[in-house]
Nanobody, 125 residues
Framework: QVYLVESGGGLVQAGGSLRLSCASS????????MGWFRQGPGKEREFVAA????????YYADSVKGRFTISRDNAKNTVYLQMNSLKPEDTAVYYC??????????????????WGQGTQVIVSS
């Protein structure tokens, strides 16, 4: 059975930083592309970032490009999201997910399977 567990969320002031982690089990993690999504209050879930299995390729939503960095440690079966220069509009529940099939710049929820439960990020102004 596949498990994804996000952690690292919390309350931070605007301009601050957080690093989210997503630990996985039950996957051949080193062969799976991974992604981060988020769902803000009253909003639909949206794509944030994705990373290929080798970490050789990454892709970001325009809204976070230059501020967020996705990375992974295949030895630890963990994917990370470093979030800098946080803004109040980054407030959301953040989810990690496994990309279906081969690596691609995929931003739709249907392109991903095996979702975690999410971790809350609140950015105060």
């Amino acid at each position: 059975q596949v498990y994804l567990v996000e952690s690292g969320g919390g309350l931070v002031q605007a301009g601050g930083s957080l690093r989210l982690s997503c630990a996985s089990s039950g996957l051949t993690f080193s062969r799976d592309a991974m992604g981060w999504f988020r769902q803000g209050p009253g909003k639909e879930r949206e794509f944030v970032a994705a990373i290929s299995w080798s970490a050789g390729s990454t892709y970001y939503a325009d809204s976070v490009k230059g501020r967020f960095t996705i990375s992974r440690d295949n030895a630890k079966n963990t994917v990370y999201l470093q979030m800098n220069s946080l803004k109040p509009e980054d407030t959301a529940v953040y989810y990690c997910a496994v990309q279906r099939g081969a690596w691609g710049q995929r931003t739709e929820e249907s392109d991903y399977s095996y979702w975690g439960q999410g971790t809350q990020v609140i950015v105060s102004s």
